[in-house]
């Protein structure tokens, strides 16, 4: 398998420590430069044909050299952004959580909440910028800290360049505010320094089941309890009215303030849509529990009532010449007026499919309205 080429290095450390482009000191020799992992001396390669580079004097190049390169540069351009820059922002995501711990449809809906971006001008509580400061609680290092002079009381802000190596648990889980980034190029450096250290995550694999994260915050407040936390929650809708006639939508309701949408029904019945594979399903079930409750008939809770299976079948009664119905009320969408049988002689309630109906659901959350 071939060993993928390093980019070229393009920093390295002159004789006075400090980080230096390729493009301001002398050719050749002349620069005076290490390589800033294994320490060896460079030259500065600044031709017309390839891009402008450092390489090793010896003429094996550092396998880690660019990895160093990078986390030198990184500490650099942001301690140096901070100070000259007239804002300097992290961002990260922020979800408020409803506080009410009786909410009726927490059970099989979950817990609402609602997420957003929250950023922030770390400039307006913080004055000072350091490299390699010791955490205040362990005995670690960061690669930068902000911190206020002016305010000591306000919690410094760790930073951690993950180039080769992640920070281990121990310290991202120490309750110190940490903001750990990976940093594969150059590009990466100057994106911090335009945007500043935003959380940031990405798929890694196709179908975005799994993520990889680029930027996370440890120790930061990203979350609350909120009192007018509310939820629009997709329900199913069966609605019965007074003579009888039924009918089941797709609908919304607010987890706070459920309520009627046809004001002119007897009863409305909700249901979660996640409960039931179809809005058949849904009607099935909820049209018992409202004869349950008020009694009023229909065909379809109806023994002799056949419903129909597919879309250009008829629902139809068993007894409809005995009734003497006309077959025309019997149309291709099973459209008859099924609730005749409130005056029908012949109704017999389906006590079978309820009993069915209420065993098979007898834990599927609804709402009588």
């Not at 420590?17 to 320490?39: E, I, S, T, Y």
């Not at 440890?218 to 199913?236: A, H, L, Q, R, T």
């Not at 609908?251 to 249901?271: G, V, W």
Request: with cysteine; net charge positive; hydrophobic share 35%.
């Amino acid at each position: 398998m071939m060993k993928m080429k390093q980019p070229y290095l393009t920093y390295a450390v002159d004789s006075n420590g400090k980080l230096v482009h390729v493009d301001d000191v002398p050719k050749g020799k002349a620069c005076g430069c290490f390589c800033p992992n294994c320490k060896g001396r460079l030259l500065a390669r600044q031709g017309e044909k390839r891009k402008h580079h450092f390489s090793h004097l010896s003429g094996t190049e550092c396998e880690h050299a660019y990895e160093s390169m990078l986390h030198l540069l990184a500490k650099e351009k942001v301690q140096k952004a901070f100070y000259e820059q007239l804002s300097f922002y992290i961002e990260f995501e922020y979800t408020s959580y409803c506080s009410n711990v009786n909410c009726i449809f927490k059970r099989d809906f979950g817990k609402c909440s609602q997420t957003s971006r929250r950023r922030f001008d770390i400039k307006k509580w913080y004055d000072s910028c350091k490299q390699e400061k010791a955490y205040d609680n362990i005995t670690r290092r960061s690669d930068l800290v902000f911190f206020s002079k002016g305010h000591p009381n306000v919690a410094p802000i760790y930073i951690e360049f993950c180039v080769t190596h992640a920070s281990d648990d121990a310290k991202l889980n120490s309750g110190n505010r940490i903001i750990e980034t990976i940093i594969e190029t150059e590009e990466d450096i100057n994106a911090i320094v335009k945007e500043g250290l935003v959380e940031k995550q990405v798929p890694i694999d196709e179908f975005a089941y799994r993520f990889r994260q680029i930027t996370a915050f440890y120790g930061f407040k990203k979350y609350d309890n909120n009192n007018n936390m509310s939820s629009e929650v997709p329900v199913i809708r069966f609605v019965l009215y007074q003579s009888g006639k039924i009918f089941c939508t797709y609908s919304s309701c607010n987890c706070k303030a459920p309520k009627r949408t046809y004001h002119n029904s007897l009863c409305e019945i909700i249901m979660l849509r996640q409960n039931f594979d179809t809005i058949t399903a849904a009607c099935d079930f909820a049209k018992y529990i409202a004869y349950q409750k008020f009694g009023i008939k229909n065909c379809e809770m109806c023994s002799n009532y056949v419903p129909a299976w597919s879309i250009n079948a008829r629902n139809i009664c068993k007894l409809y010449k005995h009734l003497q119905m006309p077959k025309w009320q019997f149309d291709m969408y099973g459209g008859f007026d099924s609730s005749i049988a409130k005056t029908c002689k012949c109704f017999n309630f389906d006590i079978q499919e309820q009993q069915r109906q209420f065993s098979f659901h007898k834990d599927t959350f609804y709402i009588v309205l």
